[in-house]
């Protein structure tokens, strides 16, 4: 496994890392040391919860060893009394590192990453009780009605008690290196199945004694949650993954809602615990609940409907607003208070109890209404400030009520406090006194605005190119439509008849073009519902409609509105995909829905993305207007040198940011390739592509003619299928849709293609670029190169924009390093890669070029081979030549070690007419390759072998070959081979080879 030191911190990696993977772990490594936060754009497929998780374990080891072994102080084993002694993070004061993703499915991938790392630090991956219970009751419950069954039978002894509780403390003393090895969700349930213990209250005693926890964002941003987790914040490390969403989750966890539905079920349960204390205290003489507590609340409630019902709202659309801290002053109107909140939250908790053993003994799983109550009144009185109100707004609104029941077409009124700064969520952190907050995403562009919408500061940031080459992504602007009209989705066009038709007779075009998957995103779904429905009707009995044009080359799926019928339509796309009788399949979908954020169309399942036009929100949107609002008003007083976020640009970043998801669909490893067709003649304007990803911009081609669109696109498709990336199957979908997921770890994706390659060719490769390091790797025996800052790679590239050829003084220069595609592929023959000093990254190496190297990975293995595949007869190339594909070279690691042994692909090869050799005897070939092979190093080998290619191939001059080929062998050991190779070269370079000789001996 490579060792990289950066920043000198030694970080193992489970292969050769690219470039831009270097670039990533030297950002993450430097705010980890210089305890600052972190911004970091990666794009999906560049392997970045990796290069995260490695650099970050590495950080954190060189400090000291991770944890290891838990033991217990057994006692009361009743809920809270367990106690866990020995945390060597605790004791040591070591860093806690806690890793957060949007989802459960998203984390148990990470942990797959983790597991392929040498890095075991002991873990856990938190989850709630409807994940974690195994108990044959409560895991049938949900939300708060699970809770609190879970809670009374952990307190209870006899017969109605939770006995997986009971055996959580005996379970980890006799298990003290549990979490040492990876363990996900799974692996716990299926522990408490087999063995006992509650998984859920594993995971809780487990986290308090780990080096790394795992666990969905809401532990983290929800307050309630965040109370619960027994961690060490100070100088903990907090680490927020696919965190593109991040300001409005943070933002909607510090708002609320109160529809007038909600209020009038908590009325309702307010007078059933009215009811339920009076009986049990007439039958039982249970006197433990006061039906005076719970007619308080009911009261309360009345009131602040009555309240909400008596707010006049002028105009339907405007609804009535006030600012934030006015909230008070409607609260304080019920005498609802800062000290009488505490009091009314007791009180709905005791309700809840009460209802959920009612529930229980009527065997219903009702949800319980008032716990929202209890949930509003915390987020309002906050710490018992107020100061955090004047980022909010308060907004009454009407609505038509749309549900059954009697209820349809009465006006509804709906209480909205609505958080205006999501930075609010992320402040206890600061005061925690965390060390580094690291938040990254494969789309976090334009950053700019997320940075102040956070109201953190962001020292460290980085927008990483992609690891694929520039013949695997075609992106243009298309301005008009095949009849010359001008593509612009604004109000102002896209409800006329002309441009939903022009738009239509491009996507036909588009479907014929692209093969396999194509995924069309419209900017809401309304454009999405008049565009289709325009495309299917005819204008004339003998006319076909735009829509059976479009299903003659493609089978269509649209995206539905409704979210329980999602899982259907991915079923069905998957299905018309399939179907071998047309080219594939479209899917119509919409900016900010499901298909944009939460898939992965990988290889054919997304060949090209089109994107209609920008997703504005729509601006007379309650809480869209006042938001905007509310960021004009913020910037005015500050002035211009603080940069404050105005409500025009945040409006127009929103847009742009849900574009970058949808586009990011495309392209998701290293392997793929596929089109992003920008249908809006806005996307040419500059500001519009700067806040376009940052390893898309330098790809975008404008285009004033379609007819240059399709002439483009087609010859993209072609020569990439002959030419570029294997084309590989996608793969079956995962439990949350994921499409065609090629594992994110390139380790396995390189072990998925090489399958691919190594099966027979059905097109050869062509060799239609190669590829340049901006600086050297001294892999010599002994010597260890010294590269310096790395420069971040979206300013200053590791390898060059196009890419291209490696210069090198000699072979043992580039011995260690072959770019493919920009990755670097190092010799075994070193053990560490110093990326900490000397010479500086970006350096050009002097002069002679080795051979380029093909666009797919290949590999090279010792073993039997033929130096005929170069230097046999002319008369067996001759006859050969038409059956033979080039092959190349690269390293292969065993079990994560560099392995000592290469091997050799076995296959012919075609030799220029003017390289037949003056010697064909086959035996003596054989024989002197075998030599070569004793007195060259494995990586001084793979490079002989590349000269061999070069000239083969004309790559090189002849001259250049020579020499280097000179150079390799010079030396007293070396000099017999020297002299014999003068047998293998054409004769009419002797006398030049000759010259090398006499300079060598």
């Given at each position: ?5 950066i920043r ?9 890392a ?14 980890l040391?210089?305890?600052c ?13 990796l ?6 374990l ?18 009361d084993?009743s ?7 020995l ?10 590192i ?9 984390i ?45 039978l ?23 290196h ?35 926890v ?35 989750i ?8 109160l ?39 009911r009261?309360?409630l ?10 006049p ?13 006015y909230?008070?002053?409607m ?10 909140a ?12 009460l209802?959920?053993?009612h529930?229980q ?10 716990d929202?109550?209890?949930e509003?009144l915390?987020?309002v009185?906050?710490?018992?400030r ?53 938040l ?12 102040k919408?956070?109201?953190l ?11 694929i080459?520039p ?27 002309e ?16 093969p ?9 779904y ?8 325009c495309?299917?009707s ?11 044009r479009?299903?003659k ?7 539905p ?8 339509s ?28 939460g ?18 929100a ?10 905007r609002?509310y ?11 603080l ?17 970058n998801?949808a ?37 975008i081609?404008?285009f ?23 084309k ?6 995962e ?12 380790l ?17 490769m ?15 025996k ?79 293995v ?12 002319s ?19 065993k079990?994560?070690v ?20 003056s010697v ?19 990586a001084e080998?793979i ?6 290619k ?18 390799m ?14 047998d ?8 030049l ?9």
């Amino acid at each position: 496994m490579p060792t990289y030191k950066i920043r000198g911190i030694d970080v193992d990696f489970p292969f050769e890392a690219y470039d831009s993977q270097i670039v990533y772990m030297d950002k993450v490594i430097q705010s980890l040391q210089e305890k600052c936060n972190a911004l970091l754009e990666s794009p999906t497929g560049t392997g970045k919860t990796l290069c995260l998780l490695c650099a970050t374990l590495a950080w954190r080891k060189s400090l000291g060893s991770f944890t290891t072994g838990v033991s217990l102080q057994t006692g009361d084993k009743s809920e809270d009394k367990n106690e866990i002694s020995l945390s060597q993070s605790e004791l040591s004061g070591f860093s806690t590192i806690v890793y957060a993703s949007r989802t459960h499915s998203q984390i148990r991938q990470v942990i797959q990453e983790l597991k392929r790392t040498s890095y075991r630090p002991k873990m856990v991956v938190l989850g709630s009780r409807e994940q974690l219970c195994i108990h044959d009751e409560v895991k049938l419950l949900q939300g708060k009605t699970q809770s609190n069954a879970c809670r009374v039978l952990c307190r209870r002894r006899g017969k109605r008690h939770c006995s997986h509780f009971q055996q959580v403390t005996d379970y980890l003393k006799n298990n003290p290196h549990l979490g040492e090895e990876p363990v996900d969700i799974e692996d716990l349930v299926n522990i408490g199945r087999r063995f006992g213990p509650c998984p859920y209250y594993l995971s809780k005693e487990l986290h308090k004694v780990v080096d790394i926890v795992f666990a969905p964002y809401n532990y983290l941003i929800d307050r309630g949650y965040r109370k619960s987790l027994q961690v060490s914040w100070s100088n903990s490390i907090l680490i927020f993954d696919e965190a593109h969403n991040l300001e409005g989750i943070c933002a909607d966890a510090a708002s609320f809602d109160l529809p007038s539905w909600l209020l009038t079920a908590c009325i309702s349960e307010s007078e059933k615990c009215i009811d339920l204390s009076i009986e049990r205290r007439d039958k039982s003489n249970d006197k433990s609940q006061n039906p005076d507590d719970f007619a308080i609340l009911r009261a309360l409630l009345l009131k602040l409907e009555k309240r909400i019902a008596e707010v006049p709202i002028e105009s339907k659309e405007l609804g009535y607003t006030k600012p934030g801290p006015y909230i008070y002053e409607m609260l304080a109107d019920l005498n609802i208070t800062h000290k009488t909140a505490s009091k009314l939250v007791n009180i709905i908790a005791v309700a809840s109890t009460l209802l959920e053993e009612h529930n229980q003994q009527k065997s219903t799983g009702t949800v319980c209404r008032l716990d929202r109550i209890s949930e509003i009144l915390e987020i309002v009185f906050r710490d018992g400030r107020t100061a955090h109100a004047k980022y909010y707004r308060v907004h009454v609104r009407e609505v038509e009520a749309r549900g059954g029941n009697g209820s349809k077409g009465k006006v509804l009124r709906t209480l909205s406090w609505w958080c205006f700064n999501p930075g609010i969520a992320m402040e206890d952190f600061s005061r925690y006194g965390v060390r580094s907050i690291i938040l990254t995403s494969g789309t976090l562009s334009p950053m700019e605005s997320f940075a102040k919408e956070l109201k953190l500061d962001f020292p460290i940031r980085l927008e990483n190119p992609h690891v694929i080459t520039p013949n695997q992504i075609w992106a243009g602007v298309v301005s008009v439509g095949p009849s010359g009209r001008t593509f612009n989705s604004s109000y102002r066009t896209r409800d006329s008849i002309e441009y939903r038709q022009e738009l239509g007779n491009a996507i036909v075009n588009l479907a014929r073009i692209v093969p396999d998957g194509l995924l069309v995103f419209f900017p809401s779904y309304y454009l999405l519902d008049q565009c289709t429905g325009c495309w299917k009707s005819v204008s004339n009995e003998n006319s076909t409609s735009i829509w059976d044009r479009i299903c003659k080359h493609k089978k269509p799926v649209i995206e539905p509105r409704d979210s329980s019928a999602f899982p259907m339509s991915i079923k069905d796309y998957m299905t018309k995909l399939n179907d071998t009788s047309v080219s594939g399949a479209v899917f119509f979908a919409v900016c900010r829905g499901k298909v944009s954020e939460g898939l992965d169309f990988a290889d054919h399942a997304g060949r090209a993305v089109v994107i209609t036009g920008l997703p504005f929100a729509t601006s007379n949107d309650p809480k869209v207007r006042l938001k905007r609002e509310y960021l004009d008003q913020q910037s005015r007083p500050q002035g211009e040198l603080l940069k404050i976020l105005t409500g025009d640009e945040w409006y127009n970043q929103q847009a742009s940011r849900a574009v970058n998801q949808a586009v990011g669909r495309v392209i998701r490893h290293r392997y793929d390739y596929g089109a992003i067709i920008f249908c809006d003649e806005r996307f040419s304007q500059p500001h519009r592509q700067s806040q376009v990803s940052r390893w898309i911009q330098p790809h975008i081609k404008c285009f004033s003619r379609f007819g240059e669109v399709v002439f483009t696109l087609s010859r993209f498709f072609r020569d990439v299928g002959t030419q570029g990336p294997t084309k590989v199957s996608l793969l079956e979908a995962e439990s949350e849709g994921n499409l065609g997921k090629v594992p994110s770890s390139e380790l396995q994706m390189d072990k998925f293609y090489m399958e691919k390659l190594l099966s027979p060719p059905t097109a050869p490769m062509v060799q239609n670029f190669s590829l340049k390091a901006s600086s050297l790797l001294d892999t010599k025996k002994g010597c260890i190169s010294h590269l310096g800052e790395i420069v971040p790679a979206n300013r200053s590239s590791l390898s060059s924009e196009n890419g291209k050829t490696v210069h090198c003084e000699s072979s043992r220069d580039i011995s260690g390093k072959v770019l493919l595609g920009g990755k670097t592929l190092l010799s075994q023959k070193r053990d560490m890669v110093d990326l900490t000093d000397c010479c500086q990254l970006g350096e050009k190496s002097k002069d002679t070029p080795i051979p380029p190297c093909s666009a797919k990975k290949r590999r090279f293995v010792t073993g039997e081979y033929d130096l005929k595949q170069y230097f046999g007869n002319s008369n067996e190339h001759s006859s050969s030549g038409s059956q033979n594909a080039q092959r190349g070279v690269d390293l292969q690691h065993k079990d994560g070690v560099a392995s000592n042994s290469l091997e050799l692909i076995r296959q012919k090869s075609i030799l220029p007419a003017d390289s037949a050799p003056s010697v064909g005897d086959e035996t003596q070939g054989s024989a002197f390759l075998a030599q070569v092979r004793d007195k060259l190093s494995a990586a001084e080998y793979i490079d002989f072998v590349g000269y061999m290619k070069a000239l083969k191939t004309k790559a090189m001059k002849i001259s250049e070959v020579l020499q280097c080929i000179s150079r390799m062998f010079s030396g007293p050991e070396r000099l017999p081979l020297l002299k014999r190779f003068k047998d293998y070269i054409p004769a009419k370079y002797h006398s030049l080879y000759e010259h090398y000789v006499e300079e060598k001996s």
